[in-house]
T-cell receptor, first 115, second 109 residues
Framework: NAGVMQNPRHLVRRRGQEARLRCSPMKGHSHVYWYRQLPEEGLKFMVYLQKENIIDESGMPKERFSAEFPKEGPSILRIQQVVRGDSAAYFC?????????????FGPGTRLLVL | GESVGLHLPTLSVQEGDNSIINCAYS??????FIWYKQESGKGPQFIIDIRSNMDKRQGQRVTVLLNKTVKHLSLQIAATQPGDSAVYFCAEKGNQFYFGTGTSLTVIP
């Protein structure tokens, strides 16, 4: 039973380019969460999605950032026109359907470096 | 807004000793708490969780204690091993999950 998959594991972009991060949740999980982590800091919530729906995007910057979780395929976190401050580790987590099972299982992360 | 913080940013223990990692939370409405372990270069790994209707929960070599009166959470690791060296985060569930900065645990052989 594969865990949460994220790719790429490392991504280098120049300022102004687009970064596209992918997350495949665990089998049977329909809830996906994206977090950002700066060095020596904790995880900061960005967005919570269910299939084809954004449930909570209160932690995501209004500009340049977007997320989706289509009916088929992985969840995508998209950062347009990246800036150096976007350099961070981005983690995806998934959880099963239903409110009783709230434990989130994390992927290995994508480390974005903006030059 | 809610915040989760840790009392000690770093902790060093001798192999075989017990470790205690503390966490303070601010949202009295939080009803679910999780401890995660994060090794260098990896994603957080679930260790143990506890709901607000409990004050203690035990796992394999780990125990989580919840004191709702003072809004304090702790993780106890028995017979700490070198493989336990990592950063440990607590997380509280309010409207969303909030994570503390983390405590770096170093186990000295």
């Amino acid at each position: 039973n594969a865990g949460v998959m994220q790719n790429p594991r490392h991504l280098v972009r120049r300022r102004g380019q687009e970064a596209r991060l992918r997350c495949s949740p665990m089998k049977g999980h329909s809830h996906v969460y994206w977090y950002r982590q700066l060095p020596e800091e904790g995880l900061k919530f960005m967005v919570y999605l269910q299939k084809e729906n954004i449930i909570d995007e209160s932690g995501m910057p209004k500009e340049r950032f977007s997320a989706e979780f289509p009916k088929e395929g992985p969840s995508i976190l998209r950062i347009q026109q990246v800036v150096r401050g976007d350099s961070a580790a981005y983690f995806c987590a998934s959880s099963p359907p239903g409110t009783a099972s709230q434990t989130q299982y994390f992927g290995p992360g994508t480390r974005l470096l903006v030059l | 807004g809610e915040s989760v913080g840790l009392h000690l940013p770093t902790l060093s223990v001798q192999e075989g000793d017990n470790s205690i990692i503390n966490c303070a939370y601010s949202n009295s409405a939080s009803d679910y708490f999780i401890w995660y372990k994060q090794e260098s270069g990896k994603g957080p790994q679930f260790i143990i969780d506890i709901r607000s209707n409990m004050d203690k929960r035990q796992g394999q070599r780990v125990t989580v204690l919840l004191n709702k009166t003072v809004k304090h959470l702790s993780l106890q690791i028995a017979a700490t091993q070198p493989g336990d060296s990592a950063v440990y985060f607590c997380a509280e569930k309010g409207n969303q999950f909030y994570f503390g900065t983390g405590t770096s645990l170093t186990v000295i052989p």
